[in-house]
């Protein structure tokens, strides 16, 4: 006689057994997951809270945005124990017909939702769905993405985001306010973001530090910008750097000889895609006052680096606790989840062999993280 397979095992090792197959790549291992959902019915509640996670609306194989995005709304109606595991939501396309079938969706946790630029004639219709969508209580992380964005259109969904406290600009390019921005119903409080990330969106810089933008910028601790011009990054340092704590730089760009880094004198952190001169002279002019307790770097660490390691061990950082060495969990191939024991050690070995007197020191520390791809969040 059969036996039904829910029965052999409390559900909650079912569950364990969803959250291993995920594992540290979560990402990498949707296949895996849907796999698992088609051998026994005990999977498939947890493993749809990792493949609905997050869900994007874009073309795809020719099939128009519109046409998806209505049948996301279908099944959503069908299936609406399905909503709650939603939590990254991505338009791509600010059309009618996509925005209006997303709006639908009693969307309960999306947590981060990119939006696709919208044409600066885009109608009232349009308009009204977007201010459905960040208006969702749940919202916490904004994403404009690719594209020519109008400024009123921008300095509208501000003014109607109170509750976001992460703003991300992807290539993002708004023409400038051409009278001072008043919303049509003035906010009682305006948004108060802790996190910008810019990444060649320049022009965008110019909006933000409208006297009539409606945002509140006196609270940004984190700031990540790539493909940036320097003079506007001063600007916005010269604006919000008094708040700033945490800087995430693309370490090769030449241009950051050119920031003033004077104008953030409480920075704890500092993150680094990579290690270069460009980089390594910035730490040379941090003040002999500052406060940095914490410098993250890769793993791709070579002999040339040495002006690196000088520029921490002969300047003067009276606040420095740790230099932060991450390894990518996909360099030291993975087993459950953690790094394989010689591939580890022999990494660690190898890092501190390079950095031999941030080792002494005892401030050298070598973590392994996982490889999620390229992101727009850190």
Not at 28 to 44: G, K, N
Not at 141 to 157: E, K, P, Q, S, Y
């Given at each position: 006689?059969?036996?039904?397979?829910?029965?052999?095992?409390?559900?909650?090792?079912?569950?364990?057994?969803?959250?291993?197959?995920?594992?540290?790549?979560?990402?990498m291992?949707?296949?895996?997951?849907?796999?698992?959902?088609?051998?026994?019915?005990c999977?498939?509640?947890?493993?749809?809270?990792?493949?609905?996670?997050?869900?994007?609306?874009?073309?795809?194989?020719?099939?128009?945005?519109?046409?998806?995005?209505e049948?996301l709304?279908?099944?959503?109606?069908?299936?609406?124990?399905?909503?709650?595991?939603?939590?990254?939501?991505?338009?791509?396309?600010?059309?009618?017909?996509?925005?209006?079938?997303?709006?639908?969706?009693?969307?309960?946790?999306?947590?981060?939702?990119?939006?696709?630029?919208?044409?600066?004639?885009?109608?009232?219709?349009?308009?009204?769905?977007?201010?459905?969508?960040?208006?969702?209580?749940?919202?916490?992380?904004?994403?404009?993405?690719?594209?020519?964005?109008?400024?009123?259109?921008?300095?509208?969904?501000?003014?109607?985001?109170?509750?976001?406290?992460?703003?991300?600009?992807?290539?993002?390019?708004?023409?400038?306010?051409?009278?001072?921005?008043?919303p049509?119903?003035?906010?009682?409080?305006?948004?108060?973001?802790?996190?910008?990330?810019?990444?060649?969106?320049?022009?965008?810089?110019?909006?933000?530090?409208?006297?009539?933008?409606?945002?509140?910028?006196?609270?940004?601790?984190?700031?990540?910008?790539?493909?940036?011009?320097?003079?506007?990054?001063?600007?916005?340092?010269?604006?919000?750097?008094?708040?700033?704590?945490?800087?995430?730089?693309?370490?090769?760009?030449?241009?950051?000889?050119?920031?003033?880094?004077?104008?953030v004198?409480?920075?704890?952190?500092?993150?680094?895609?990579?290690?270069?001169?460009?980089?390594?002279?910035?730490?040379?002019?941090?003040?002999?006052?500052?406060?940095?307790?914490?410098i993250?770097?890769?793993?791709?660490?070579?002999?040339?680096?040495?002006?690196?390691e000088?520029?921490?061990?002969?300047r003067?950082?009276?606040?420095?606790?740790?230099?932060?060495?991450?390894?990518?969990g996909?360099?030291?191939?993975?087993?459950?989840?953690?790094?394989?024991?010689?591939?580890?050690?022999?990494?660690?070995?190898?890092?501190?062999?390079?950095?031999?007197?941030?080792?002494?020191?005892?401030?050298?520390?070598?973590?392994?993280?996982?490889?999620?791809?390229?992101?727009?969040?850190?």
């Amino acid at each position: 006689m059969s036996t039904d397979s829910s029965t052999l095992f409390p559900q909650e090792i079912w569950d364990e057994i969803v959250d291993q197959i995920a594992g540290f790549e979560e990402r990498m291992h949707m296949a895996d997951l849907r796999s698992a959902s088609l051998a026994s019915r005990c999977f498939v509640p947890r493993a749809q809270s990792y493949i609905f996670r997050s869900l994007s609306i874009e073309t795809v194989n020719g099939t128009e945005p519109g046409v998806l995005a209505e049948r996301l709304l279908n099944t959503m109606t069908c299936s609406p124990h399905l909503i709650p595991h939603v939590h990254d939501l991505h338009v791509y396309m600010g059309d009618v017909r996509s925005l209006s079938a997303v709006a639908q969706i009693p969307w309960s946790h999306v947590y981060h939702l990119t939006l696709g630029s919208m044409a600066a004639a885009a109608g009232s219709i349009v308009l009204a769905k977007v201010a459905t969508l960040i208006g969702l209580p749940s919202l916490r992380g904004l994403v404009f993405r690719i594209g020519r964005w109008d400024a009123t259109h921008l300095c509208n969904i501000f003014a109607s985001c109170t509750d976001v406290k992460r703003l991300t600009f992807v290539q993002c390019f708004s023409s400038p306010l051409a009278v001072p921005f008043t919303p049509p119903a003035m906010p009682t409080t305006l948004a108060r973001p802790t996190s910008l990330f810019l990444s060649a969106s320049n022009p965008t810089i110019d909006l933000l530090l409208e006297p009539t933008c409606p945002l509140d910028l006196s609270g940004v601790t984190h700031i990540k910008f790539v493909q940036f011009d320097s003079r506007r990054i001063n600007a916005l340092f010269s604006r919000i750097g008094d708040t700033l704590t945490h800087l995430y730089i693309h370490g090769h760009d030449p241009k950051l000889d050119d920031l003033d880094v004077e104008l953030v004198p409480h920075l704890t952190h500092i993150d680094a895609s990579t290690i270069s001169e460009p980089f390594t002279r910035l730490l040379g002019r941090l003040p002999a006052t500052n406060r940095v307790e914490e410098i993250t770097i890769p793993s791709g660490i070579t002999r040339g680096n040495s002006d690196f390691e000088s520029a921490i061990v002969e300047r003067r950082m009276p606040a420095l606790r740790r230099v932060i060495v991450q390894v990518s969990g996909i360099m030291l191939g993975m087993q459950d989840g953690i790094p394989r024991e010689p591939a580890w050690q022999e990494s660690v070995r190898r890092i501190e062999m390079l950095l031999p007197r941030l080792y002494e020191s005892g401030v050298l520390r070598v973590v392994s993280v996982p490889f999620r791809g390229p992101s727009v969040f850190w």
